[in-house]
């Protein structure tokens, strides 16, 4: 070890069964040869709790903490009378808020860049995409013709400040929300206003003695959520793709073997684009890139994790190293010099691995620090000065580095990178600009529907295996998967990127990937690139023959490995905007209650969608392609599967009968 830090004895993982990333599973048994503890070994030796994995506990006042039976939930109640309906809903309601706190908060920084940007005051960024900030303009309203792009982009900020700061009125992407939907919405009163206004209500909504009835409070956890998926991690998107550049396809690597022995190895971990933007720059500056040479370097390597690194994965092709799981991992191959992390789904544990190993880890964000970690802080104005330190402190490691090297020599090539926009052009082809090539697809049952599979990695489950199956099954039975986050690099590295992964699809769906030569699952980016998948539907829905609403779409939502408090807050949204969404691993409320009746049926009764709960990879595709196919029944278009899916001798039975 670099530093005199105590080994450990570590209790050794039977490492089979906690990944199926081999990378990862190489990197868990040196770090117990090194004595390294990592999350998978504190997951295996901290049973989770069984009361608060139902959310039967309370602690919002101190005459609890109230906690009640999971097995007899109606047994009692709390000292103030809560229920357990109104205990699980509480807590449930501010997994929602937190999560929306996380996007929206996030969302609102890169608005108020894109600000500074356009008025001047920061000069290192760039608007890249003015085609795009016209189309966005004017998709709200704004008049886009014979204008400056400052103006337009001027008021764009306007508008879009609203989604943050509304007290009164509706967020400005409901405009974007199909009538019908919108007309459910309105209906149940769960319009974001906007998100400040949501999450306070939701948080004041939850606090002791408020509300008290299950129903009233999901209306709020779908309003605060809504403010998410439309609001904060729209904008977020949005102005981001403006800022730095719309994804379109572009080759990437994936793995720990992206990192290079002779190279100075850093790697950004985090969700703000804006940082590791900075960084971009900062590797190709000529006079870091000879400290680096002078240190001995063969060049400086950037890597991206989990989902900053996924975006700019989508967006750039940068290398990705490994989802959350991997994290902490990957510091045990020794070859990290730097790791630069922001905010959200950075775990405290990396500061002792990083100790162990000698790489410098940087704090950059001032909402983020962690005890014991040097912080150097990323200032928009002058983002070189934090980024360029993360530059020289990683050359100054690779100079000084004292563990051996061991980089797992696996490396996995795909295609990234496909927002809506281009998946709607490649689509299309000559119909660029329209989404009809997609409908009709669907509808004459090539694809059978379309599934968001996206969210966390987490120790409580195989890591990647279960989005792996679970994609895996979905595209054998002709359903495109699109995806995000950690998820997207799951797939990445067993292979489903590649455009020949269409092979693995089914006869309908491989058609379709072969003719105009993309893989069976397409990324498109971070967390907060979710928003696209909503903005997708909404073109489904606007294009016609599909129905009218989106809980009218054959399209169903899953995050199989989900750990986050966003995941639930994501999971609400595609809820509420009518999406059948499915989360594994566990689902924090008790089965059979009242409010978990609710999620699971009653929003649906309602002209929402529902959730629904499995941790079975095979099981989650079956719930997923059961109601894509109730969906495709209603719009009657479910005849039209059943002819493209007949093979030439079916056909010719049919024919001569
Ligand atoms: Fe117990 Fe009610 Fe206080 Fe919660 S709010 S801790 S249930 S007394
Ligand atoms: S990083 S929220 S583990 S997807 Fe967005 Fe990955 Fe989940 Fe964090």
Not at 58 to 70: A, F, Q, T, V, Y
Not at 183 to 189: A, G, I, L, S, V
Request: charge should be negative.
């Amino acid at each position: 070890m670099e530093k005199d830090v105590k080994i450990k004895e570590i209790k050794p993982l039977d490492i089979k069964s906690v990944t199926t990333c081999d990378a990862t599973a190489q990197m868990l048994k040196k770090a117990e040869k090194d004595g390294v503890e990592t999350a998978h070994h504190r997951a295996a030796s901290m049973k989770a709790c069984p009361i608060g994995a139902v959310s039967a506990c309370c602690k919002h006042c101190s005459m609890g903490p109230c906690r009640l039976n999971s097995k007899d939930p109606y047994g009692k109640v709390g000292v103030c009378g809560a229920t357990i309906d109104t205990i699980q809903s509480r807590n449930f309601g501010r997994m929602v808020a937190t999560g929306t706190a996380a996007h929206t908060d996030h969302g609102m920084s890169m608005l108020e860049l894109f600000k500074e940007v356009v008025n001047g005051h920061i000069k290192e960024y760039s608007i890249k995409d003015p085609i795009k900030l016209e189309e966005v303009a004017a998709s709200l309203g704004i008049e886009v013709e014979d204008r400056e792009i400052k103006d337009i982009a001027m008021d764009l900020h306007k508008e879009l400040e609203r989604t943050y700061t509304q007290v009164e009125g509706e967020i400005p992407f409901a405009k974007r929300v199909p009538e019908k939907t919108l007309e459910t919405w309105r209906k149940h009163n769960v319009v974001p206003r906007g998100a400040m206004r949501e999450i306070m209500e939701l948080m004041h909504r939850t606090h002791m003695g408020v509300d008290q009835h299950y129903e009233n409070i999901t209306n709020q956890c779908s309003r605060t959520a809504l403010a998410d998926g439309w609001g904060g991690s729209m904008v977020a998107t949005e102005i981001s793709d403006i800022l730095f550049g719309t994804p379109t396809p572009v080759p990437g690597d994936v793995n720990m073997g992206c990192l290079r022995e002779n190279e100075v190895n850093i790697v950004i971990h985090g969700h703000e684009p804006n940082l590791f933007e900075s960084v971009l720059a900062s590797v190709d500056d000529p006079k870091l890139l000879k400290t680096a040479e002078d240190a001995g370097a063969e060049g400086i390597n950037l890597v991206g994790m989990c989902c900053s690194g996924a975006e700019m994965l989508s967006r750039h092709g940068v290398p990705h190293a490994g989802n959350f799981m991997s994290t902490e991992t990957i510091l045990v191959t020794g070859a990290v010099d730097a790791m630069g992390v922001d905010v959200q789904c950075i775990k405290q544990g990396l500061a002792q691995v990083a100790d162990c190993y000698g790489t410098k880890l940087f704090t950059t964000n001032p909402r983020c620090r962690i005890e014991g970690v040097d912080h150097i802080s990323f200032v928009e104005h002058d983002p070189r000065a934090c980024t360029d330190a993360i530059v020289k402190g990683a050359i100054d490691r690779f100079k000084n580095r004292k563990v051996p090297i061991e980089i797992p020599n696996i490396k996995n090539s795909g295609i990234h990178g496909f927002s809506m926009e281009y998946i709607n052009y490649m689509l299309g082809g000559t119909f660029r600009g329209s989404y009809k090539p997609l409908n009709e697809n669907i509808i004459n049952g090539r694809i059978r529907g379309v599934a968001g599979v996206v969210g966390c990695t987490n120790p409580r489950v195989k890591q990647d295996w279960v989005h792996v199956e679970l994609v895996k099954e979905l595209i054998r039975n002709d359903v495109l998967v699109v995806q995000t986050g950690c998820s997207q690099i799951a797939l990445a590295k067993a292979g489903l990127y590649r455009p020949e992964a269409a092979a693995m699809a089914g006869p309908g769906l491989s058609e379709v990937c072969e003719t105009v030569g993309m893989p069976p699952v397409l990324g498109l980016g971070s967390c907060a690139d979710n928003s696209r998948i909503l903005t997708a539907c909404s073109e489904m829905v606007r294009t016609g023959g599909l129905g009218e609403s989106l809980a009218d779409l054959p399209v169903a939502g899953a995050a199989p490995e989900w750990m986050s408090e966003k995941a639930i807050a994501i999971g609400q949204y595609f809820v509420a905007s009518g999406v059948y969404t499915v989360f594994g691993v566990t689902y924090p409320i008790i089965e059979g209650t009242k409010f978990y009746e609710h999620l699971f049926g009653g929003l649906e009764e309602m002209g929402f969608g529902k959730w629904g709960f499995t941790a079975d990879p095979y099981e989650m595709a079956r719930m997923m392609i059961a109601h894509i196919d109730k969906k495709r029944k209603a719009l009657g278009i479910d005849r039209a599967r059943e002819r493209v899916m007949m093979d030439m001798a079916d056909r010719q039975k049919l024919e001569a009968a």
